[in-house]
């Protein structure tokens, strides 16, 4: 409840300045937080090789440093993903970047892969205590002449100290990187990162853009196949503008929260209809409730994930969302998240 007052106090500043202050703050609070009470072994999901105690995920961007992901464990999330790491440091687009459209729940943010680079997260990912799961999403400088050679280096460097690797190509933030979604650069890629595993697990799962048609979607789907890659996240931010209320809905960058609901379920359904059972998907995108997320689920998502809700509820969401979960399972006679996930596909 401190911590859902805090967030409502933090709404007043201006967007990029509560969200370093979160940061701070949670920072701050990690040593003296308890530990996440233990899920309903309802709520356990096994995929990419791993045991997730609850299949709710904190999404790419919240942390992009690796700062805090051992606190945001103990708030309830079941995995956490930091990133977007670059294999430099860079600064980002100039500010403002980051604009909430509180009358549609939603943000638009043009941040443009801000963080402290490869070595920065290396550090923080050794130095963890680690108590729970935690992805590292990857992606390209802006000032890089070889995107593929970026992805490389940051895989090599991080892909031993996290639990998986995203490989984010889909970004609109930095000019370029949704090229590499097209299926020549995609199978150049995912080539090049499934070589330097070899021998070594380190799931990798691609995050998907939710602007793609279903001609872009067969291509994807084709090359995650023949990849042997892991898993899809679907999807990160769009740049469609569906209507909006909110007076920055004009502004340049990815549209969030609950207008991306359906067109990235949608996409999800998409991509669920064209992969085999054994690849998952991680489904992102307007999650704001546990029906949000049930329905995710019964599309196809073995896990899901969220980052703007969190911006207008507060870190009290992640446990009412797993709570309102198992209702929905209990209601439609599901005897478990595992026994749900596909089943409305
Ligand atoms: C401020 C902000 C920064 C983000 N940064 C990243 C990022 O660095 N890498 C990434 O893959 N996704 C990033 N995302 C996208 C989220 O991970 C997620 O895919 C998207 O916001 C949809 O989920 P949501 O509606 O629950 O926020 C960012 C989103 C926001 C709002």
Same mark, same amino acid.
């Given at each position: &409840?401190?911590?859902?007052? *805090?967030?409502?106090?933090?709404?007043?500043? %201006?967007?990029? /300045? +509560?969200?370093? +202050?979160?940061?701070g703050l949670t920072r701050a609070f990690a040593p003296v937080l308890p530990p996440a009470r233990a899920d309903d072994p309802r709520l356990e999901v096994k995929a990419l090789g791993l045991s997730f105690p609850n299949p709710i995920g904190l999404a790419a961007g919240f942390d992009k440093d690796t700062r805090v992901p051992d606190a945001m464990l103990k708030l309830g999330f079941g995995f956490v993903?930091?990133? /977007?790491? /670059?294999?430099k440091p860079q600064a980002g687009n100039p500010r403002p970047r980051l604009f909430r459209l509180r009358e549609d729940r939603a943000v638009i943010n043009r941040m443009g892969f801000n963080n402290r680079? &490869?070595?920065e997260a290396a550090r923080n990912l050794a130095r963890r205590r680690k108590n729970g799961i935690v992805g590292i999403n990857i992606g390209a400088n802006k000032e890089t002449s070889d995107h593929i050679a970026d992805? *490389?280096?940051s895989f090599a460097r991080l892909a031993p100290l996290a639990d998986y690797v995203t490989v984010n190509v889909s970004s609109p933030n930095t000019p370029g990187l949704r090229g590499l979604q097209n299926k020549e650069e995609l199978t150049q890629l995912l080539a090049t990162l499934t070589q330097a595993r070899a021998g070594?697990?380190? %799931?990798?799962?691609l995050k998907i853009a939710p602007d793609l048609d279903a001609h872009a979607l067969d291509d994807i789907a084709q090359v995650v196949i023949a990849s042997r890659i892991e898993g899809v996240i679907v999807s990160n931010t /769009?740049? +469609?503008?569906? %209507?909006?209320?909110?007076?920055?809905?004009q502004e340049t960058g990815g549209l969030s929260g609950a207008p991306l609901f359906q067109p990235s379920t949608k996409i999800l359904r998409q991509m669920r209809a064209r992969l085999p059972k054994d690849i998952a998907l991680i489904g992102v995108g307007g999650i704001s409730s546990g029906r949000d997320a049930y329905e995710k689920i019964l599309a196809g998502a073995s896990l899901v994930q969220l980052y703007t809700a969190l911006v207008y509820q507060g %870190?009290?969401?992640?446990g009412r969302i797993k709570r309102d979960l198992l209702a929905c399972l209990a209601r439609d006679g599901f005897s478990s998240v595992a026994a749900a996930i596909g089943a409305r596909g």
């Open positions: &409840m401190i911590l859902d007052l *805090a967030a409502r106090l933090l709404s007043a500043l %201006p967007a990029e /300045t +509560a969200h370093e +202050a979160t940061l993903e930091c990133g /977007t790491v /670059t294999p680079g &490869m070595e992805y *490389a280096q070594g697990g380190h %799931p990798i799962l /769009t740049i +469609a503008r569906p %209507p909006l209320k909110g007076s920055h809905a %870190p009290g969401l992640v």
